[in-house]
């Protein structure tokens, strides 16, 4: 909550950057850093991201594999947040706090408070939003959070793709190629 | 002299055993990508004692896993989460052991003689002819097996696309791509598990190094060291890739430097070592290709989902004065799909993912203006751009072109990569929802794979950083080999300019040091 009492203009500033820059953040990290107490999820982030993937993938009736029943919080902690430089980590933090409060001007509560339906139309109000700091981080959370998703393998039966081929294709690698001649 | 293991003789964090290391070279390069690879091969051909400091880890290509979101982790830059400070623009480079030619899609063009004459008039690089340059290009396609696409290299959506082309009359690009007996995963962004693609990793790194070159992964440098107003080396820091813990300090002893570490990286390094800008310039004119894919939905299977990377381009206008995009094809796996349209949250998103195997995607990437900065501020790296204005019109341009060529192709409806849902239905709608789309930060999701600019190549000292043969106008012995020296942005895929230019450039190091 520290970041939440710098001046306004400042944090929406720096909100927007943050959150805008997860946007762009992968989440199976091969070379995962070392998860520390700091860049560990607290209750607040683990109850906003569990949220916005209950709503982001609401798969009963559809042929997805349910999220509850794959790894995606621990993706995201893990190949994530564990190797995330601490300046973005902090931001990100701040991002959403602002995020999870924003809630409370249009919906009465905070987003981890809302029914689905409302969170769902607080999540599409955000991303249409004429402030590029709400649009930023309403589209890079729900991003974050599907894309976790979608990097476990076993989610992608349903779609009919088969992932890597080169091993199941028998493709020989040709190795380093010769140095030429002249 | 050669020895023809044609191998990597290459350090990692893991064998670095002392908290500090000297070494002397006659050459030090920095950064193992496009620049700095053909560099280290050139100039270790001499004979030169030369070693190679890259930041990123080694990664061999066996251990490439063909997921994104792995290679992610493993191979790029951040682990792909680079951006701009608004956060709007991914700026995906490579970093690991081969730069960024072990993710990219190989895609090659010549440059333009549109930027050489332009460079010539603006820039005062009267030495950087067609002519002059045609030789480099003809040995770098040589070396690294740049070839036309072979007829049957292509995709299940380039193909459906060619018939959106031949319905509408346009005139499709044949695409050369430095690879040899493509397989045709599809994978080239997390990396060419069965070495076709001709990367640095695979070819020039190793030939550096069948001439003594020595190549240090997990190495990153953090400044330049100067003596008398000339280049005599750097001071490195090896950094655990796993916890980020620096192992050992490095120092090399050289007489020559080449810069390399491509465009975020290298103006960084000169601002840090606090040298070089006596114009100003460091980290300034930086493009980047700013690039939209928007997604085709199709009433039937498709499954787009392996096959050349790129195989199909349309340049009908790429050039400024021609509109300013360039279109391309791509091959997607299901994590880039997931966030490259915008169907809604929740019942529609899942609606949509449960199509995926429905669409197809094309790229419009735009030749920008050279508007951004690349600094190093309170101990922290920050890209400012904005898409320019007038590019966004040239943008707009290129998604209503796309967009009438995948309705062509049987599309029927499209996904715009907005932040809130936007859909198009119809031809007869594409103009109307493309002309209400507004220039704002945070509105798109775009992506950058090519970074351009920031160290300029020019004549004069006063507005370019380097001068026409790649030396710092400011410090002698201090080379720039990579994709930081273009004047301007180039709008065509730049590897092949690299190529030449690191090309061009080692030629030049060998005339004035070792003639
Ligand atoms: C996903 C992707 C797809 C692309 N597709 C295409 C394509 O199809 N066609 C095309 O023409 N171009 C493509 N490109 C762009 C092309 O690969 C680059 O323009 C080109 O490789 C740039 O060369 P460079 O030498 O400037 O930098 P790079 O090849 O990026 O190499 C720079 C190296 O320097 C290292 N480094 C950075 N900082 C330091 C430091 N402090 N110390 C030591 N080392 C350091 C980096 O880790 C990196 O390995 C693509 C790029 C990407 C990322």
């Not at chain 1, 029943?69 to 902690?77: A, C, F, G, R, S």
């Amino acid at each position: 909550m520290k970041d939440l009492m710098i001046s306004r203009r400042h944090f929406i500033k720096k909100t927007a950057m943050i959150a805008a820059a997860i946007t762009a953040l992968p989440v199976v990290n091969a070379v995962a850093g070392v998860l520390t107490d700091e860049s560990r999820m607290d209750d607040l982030e683990r109850a906003v991201f569990a949220k916005m993937l209950k709503i982001a993938l609401p798969t009963e009736g559809s042929t997805l594999i349910d999220p509850a029943t794959l790894p995606v919080l621990p993706t995201i902690e893990g190949a994530l947040l564990a190797g995330m430089e601490p300046h973005i980590r902090q931001g990100l933090r701040g991002g959403i706090n602002y995020f999870n409060e924003g809630a409370i001007k249009a919906f009465g509560d905070r987003f981890v408070n809302l029914s689905d339906v409302d969170a769902v139309r607080f999540v599409d109000q955000w991303s249409a939003s004429a402030a590029p700091p709400e649009r930023a981080l309403s589209m890079g959370l729900k991003k974050l959070t599907v894309l976790a998703y979608w990097a476990i393998p076993n989610t992608w039966g349903p779609l009919g793709y088969d992932g890597p081929v080169s091993d199941k294709w028998n493709l020989p690698s040709l190795g380093n190629t010769p140095e030429p001649k002249i | 002299m050669s020895t023809q293991n044609n191998k990597l003789n290459i350090k990692t964090a893991k064998d670095i055993q002392d908290a500090s290391l000297i070494i002397d070279a006659d050459v030090v390069v920095i950064g193992s990508g496009a620049g700095g690879a053909i560099n280290a091969y050139e100039l270790a051909k001499q004979g030169k004692k030369v070693v190679v400091l890259e930041a990123g880890p080694y990664v061999p290509s066996s251990e490439f896993k063909e997921m994104m979101a792995v290679a992610m982790g493993s191979l790029y830059q951040d682990e792909g989460g680079q951006s701009n400070t608004h956060g709007d623009v991914t700026v995906l480079q490579g970093a690991c052991v081969g730069g960024s030619t072990v993710v990219n899609a190989a895609l090659c063009f010549r440059t333009p003689d549109y930027f050489l004459n332009l460079w010539k008039a603006e820039h005062g690089l009267v030495n950087l002819t067609p002519e002059l340059m045609s030789g480099y290009f003809d040995k770098v396609e040589k070396n690294l097996s740049i070839e036309p696409n072979a007829k049957h290299e292509t995709s299940i959506g380039a193909n459906l696309i060619l018939n959106g082309l031949n319905k509408l009359a346009i005139e499709p690009g044949v695409a050369k791509r430095n690879i040899r007996d493509c397989a045709m995963s599809g994978f080239c962004f997390s990396g060419c598990k069965t070495d076709r693609k001709q990367s640095m990793l695979v070819t020039y790194l190793p030939w550096a190094c069948n001439h003594g070159a020595e190549i240090y992964a997990d190495t990153r440098v953090i400044r330049i060291n100067t003596a008398n107003g000339q280049a005599s080396g750097v001071q490195a820091e090896v950094v655990d890739p796993k916890t980020k813990v620096v192992k050992a300090q490095v120092t090399v002893n050289a007489p020559i430097v080449v810069l390399a570490a491509g465009p975020i990286q290298s103006p960084i390094i000169l601002q840090k070592s606090g040298i070089a800008n006596s114009s100003g310039q460091v980290g300034k004119n930086f493009a980047c290709h700013p690039s939209l894919s928007v997604t085709a939905m199709f009433d039937k299977e498709v499954n787009d989902f392996h096959g050349a990377t790129h195989s199909l381009y349309v340049d009908t206008h790429t050039l400024p004065e021609e509109g300013g995009y360039i279109l391309l094809n791509a091959v997607q796996e299901p994590v880039e799909a997931s966030f490259q349209a915008e169907p809604g949250t929740g019942k529609n998103y899942v609606a949509y993912m449960e199509k995926y195997r429905n669409s197809i995607r094309l790229i419009t990437l735009v030749h920008d203006e050279n508007v951004g900065e690349v600094r190093f501020k309170d101990g922290v790296k920050e890209i400012l751009y904005e898409v320019d204005d007038h590019d966004f019109e040239a943008m707009k341009a290129g998604l209503k072109f796309n967009a009438r060529i995948l309705f062509a192709s049987g599309a029927s409806f499209l996904y715009l990569p907005t932040s809130d849902r936007t859909v198009i239905n119809s031809v007869d709608e594409i103009d109307s929802v493309i002309d209400q789309l507004k220039n704002e930060p945070a509105r798109y999701r775009y992506t950058s794979f090519h970074p351009q600019g920031t160290c300029r190549m020019g004549a004069d000292p006063a507005n370019s950083v380097v001068n026409p043969y790649g030396e710092s106008h400011d410090v002698k012995k201090l080379y720039i080999s990579d994709a930081s020296l273009l004047p301007t942005s180039i709008g065509y895929n730049p590897s092949e300019t690299v190529y030449a230019l690191s090309s061009y450039i080692a030629d030049e190091i060998i005339k004035a040091n070792f003639s």
